[in-house]
């Protein structure tokens, strides 16, 4: 056999193989373009069964017979037009003026009785065959441009078929006129006969790999702004866009419905508004109760209850598959186009295919709204807790400072003539209310903290006024407890901290120091700075903190040696103290060994300033709250400001440089005001100094040489104007001088 038999045997029996599929088609599924289908490759392979017969037994073929062969391959010419109006409307005059010629052929070919066709005829005839194959081949092409997905690609193929078909029976025409050119165009023709049918088959029987391999293509478009929606703000976004992504991979319109199961219906939002469907009506809902994909060609015939709706929406084809994740039933996606689709099935598994990935998609956002909802339910209780404890601790801490102020004004006045079984039952009533004091003042905080009440308040503070009132205070407990204490702190150094939160942390820190420390051992608190990182320790040679026990050392309410030592606390002091080192951005951390001791170190970035500055106001006041004032008033008017809170760090601060000015309180922790006035009054230049304070008493601190006495509260314009003044007049004097 030569390769070109061997190529014809191909060719025709692939054709063979497409009829005997399309008729099976046939009989599963009836359907107009299946018919179709089935005409078109039967006739063809009669044709071809008819040639092998009688070229097998060698048979001349009866004038009657060879009439049929004739009119059976003009007819299929036709009979692939009638399958491409099944894909695309033929225009009808096409149509017509095709079956008028198939007429006029069969008619002439009955009549004329010549056993050999003239060239003439041969003509005609293969031309009415090319024209017409063209022709449907044009409307294949047509189809494929309207269909998407993998209807486009099988009736891009059909297409290629009907076009190799068309032109190499138009080249066997040709042939008639140019004999001599038999040899070449004989083999070019067998090649385009073959890759017809390969190209026919590709379309109508696509191999299984071919389809995984387009179905991969369609998916990953889908997947690829399906690779959106987790951004999309709410669950309809996400909806409409897996809608507006299926759309695109099938064609037509895609829409989701989701499944109400309280309600027991299918709901489906659109322009057209919102349409629920129960699950007995509809493809929909078919589709939903029976958990399988269903297809029409005619929604409106197979449904005439929604003929209505179908048609506002200009739907004719409906394909619809559940969509569901797990055991979860979520709904259906159902795909709509105008026309029926030329491949359901194909359709049908990669709408499967997307409805599998929309609801992994739609699961997974559920879970996000979920979450997100616990969350805000948390914070919602959050805030609750926080303003409950704000005011409870309000309301609690009236009536417990009476009871500490009457406490101890029983015993100043009643101790001589008490029994000292009842001066220890008022010592009870004192330490139990100031424990409870402490205990709602750190709940108050911590809540404060959790609920990002609180706010730092930085300031530029010299190092050692920062750890100065912690220095005192440490020094008193520890000597009353029999405790060794030093302080190693870095000289000369200007920080850049909310100077209250930051002295709450070292106090928590020292006195837990000193609270757990035998008599006799020792407690170090070193301040340092590395780089711009202030770092703080408290060392201890205490009781220190069992290995087993050592991750609860920063939780609420963890008191890690209950029955062991009888220290006084709450459990809340070391909770606090880390969320106010983090609130500074900083970091705490401890090393700790059993009977040995520990050591807590903070460090908070960014706090090292490069040094006080000398052109400052300074503010010597102890009150929090009239200092923050003063700070904000003098830096509205662009002076900068340092601020200390006793006598001791007010004269280390003139020792250290000059400042423009002074805002000085008279009523300070370690002292009176006017020492501080006698010592700015002792420099050599004139500062000008402001007394700010609640006494009302100008004779004092005039004679001393206060500039002006403001008394409380804070008249803000006249501290400024004040301010103003004095600077201009600092600058003068400096000029002068100069
Ligand atoms: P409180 O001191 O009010 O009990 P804290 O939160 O400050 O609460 O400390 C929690 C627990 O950690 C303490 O009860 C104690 O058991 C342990 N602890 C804290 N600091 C030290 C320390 N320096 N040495 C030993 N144990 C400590």
């Not at 194909?346 to 997307?354: A, F, K, N, W, Y």
């Amino acid at each position: 056999m030569s390769a070109l038999e061997l190529v014809s045997w191909v060719t025709q029996g692939l054709f063979l193989l497409l009829a005997v599929a399309s008729i099976v088609t046939v009989v599963r599924r009836p359907r107009p373009a299946s018919v179709d289908a089935a005409l078109f490759f039967g006739a063809l392979a009669a044709i071809i069964v008819e040639s092998r017969v009688a070229a097998l037994f060698g048979l001349t073929r009866s004038p009657g017979l060879s009439d049929l062969v004739v009119i059976l391959l003009v007819a299929v010419a036709y009979l692939l037009l009638r399958l491409a109006n099944d894909f695309v409307a033929v225009p009808k005059l096409a149509l017509r003026a095709a079956e008028i010629g198939l007429a006029v052929i069969t008619t002439a070919v009955l009549i004329v009785t010549e056993t050999t066709l003239s060239v003439p005829v041969i003509v005609v005839l293969l031309g009415y065959f090319a024209v017409v194959t063209l022709g449907a081949a044009f409307v294949f092409v047509r189809a494929s441009l309207r269909a998407q997905g993998m209807s486009r690609r099988r009736l891009r193929a059909i297409a290629w078929g009907s076009y190799l078909l068309g032109g190499s029976i138009a080249i066997v025409g040709l042939l008639a006129f140019v004999p001599a050119l038999a040899g070449v165009v004989g083999t070019l023709i067998q090649l385009g006969a073959l890759l017809s049918a390969v190209s026919f088959g590709i379309g109508f029987i696509p191999p299984r790999p071919l389809r995984r391999i387009w179905q991969t293509a369609e998916l990953r478009v889908f997947l690829r702004s399906a690779g959106r929606l987790s951004r999309s703000p709410d669950t309809a976004a996400v909806i409409r866009e897996i809608e507006r992504a299926a759309g695109a991979a099938l064609g037509g319109r895609a829409q989701v419905g989701i499944f109400d199961p309280a309600r027991g219906v299918l709901i489906f939002d659109d322009e057209f508004g919102r349409l629920e469907l129960a699950l007995t009506e509809a493809l929909s809902g078919r589709a939903f109760a029976e958990q399988r994909t269903v297809y029409t060609e005619d929604a409106a015939r197979a449904n005439p209850t929604y003929a209505d709706m179908y048609r506002k929406r200009g739907i004719g084809s409906v394909l619809a598959t559940p969509m569901t994740a797990g055991d979860d039933r979520l709904g259906v996606v159902v795909s709509t186009q105008r026309r029926s689709l030329a491949f359901d099935e194909d359709d049908g598994s990669l709408l499967e295919l997307v409805a599998t990935v929309a609801a992994v998609i739609l699961e997974n956002r559920r879970l996000i709204d979920e979450a997100a909802a616990g969350r805000e339910a948390a914070e919602s209780a959050t805030r609750a807790k926080s303003s409950f404890l704000a005011s409870m601790s309000h309301e609690l801490r009236t009536p417990l400072n009476a009871v500490l102020g009457f406490s101890a004004l029983l015993r100043e006045q009643l101790e001589s003539t008490l029994s000292e079984r009842q001066v220890r039952y008022l010592g009870n009533i004192r330490d139990a209310g100031e424990h409870l004091l402490e205990l709602i003042n750190d709940v108050l905080d911590l809540s404060k903290v959790e609920a990002g009440r609180i706010e730092l308040r930085p300031e530029t503070i010299a190092f050692d006024a920062l750890v100065e009132p912690v220095i005192a205070s440490t020094t008193a407990a520890s000597a009353a407890r029999g405790v060794a204490f030093a302080a190693e702190i870095a000289d000369g150094i200007a920080v850049q901290v909310d100077p209250g939160r930051v002295r709450q942390v070292l106090y928590n820190l020292t006195s837990n120091a000193v609270k757990f420390t035998s008599p006799g051992g020792h407690v170090t608190l070193r301040g340092a700075a590395q780089g711009d990182t202030l770092t703080f320790e408290v060392a201890d040679t205490g009781i220190g903190i069992p290995a087993a026990k050592q991750d609860r050392v920063f939780g609420a309410f963890e008191r890690l040696h209950e029955g062991v030592t009888d220290a006084p606390g709450t459990g809340l002091g070391l909770a606090l103290t880390r969320r106010l080192v983090e609130l500074h951005g900083g970091a705490i951390t401890f090393t700790s060994v059993e009977g040995a001791g520990s050591t807590f170190r903070v460090e908070l970035p960014n706090a090292v300033g490069d040094s006080l500055p000398a052109d400052r106001v300074l503010v010597v006041e102890d009150d929090r709250r009239d200092a923050d004032l003063i700070v904000a008033l003098a830096s509205g008017i662009g002076l900068r400001t340092e601020v200390v809170r006793t006598v001791d760090t007010a004269l280390a601060a003139l020792r250290r440089a000059r400042p423009r000015a002074v805002v000085l309180d008279l009523r300070l922790p370690d002292g009176r005001g006017e020492a501080v006035l006698k010592a700015v009054r002792a420099l050599r230049h004139h500062v000008p100094l402001v007394v700010v304070t609640v006494e009302d008493d100008e004779g004092l601190t005039r004679p001393l040489g206060a500039d002006e006495h403001l008394v409380k509260p804070i008249d803000g314009e006249r501290l400024v104007a004040w301010l103003e003044a004095a600077v201009e007049q600092e600058a003068a004097l400096a000029r002068s001088a100069g």
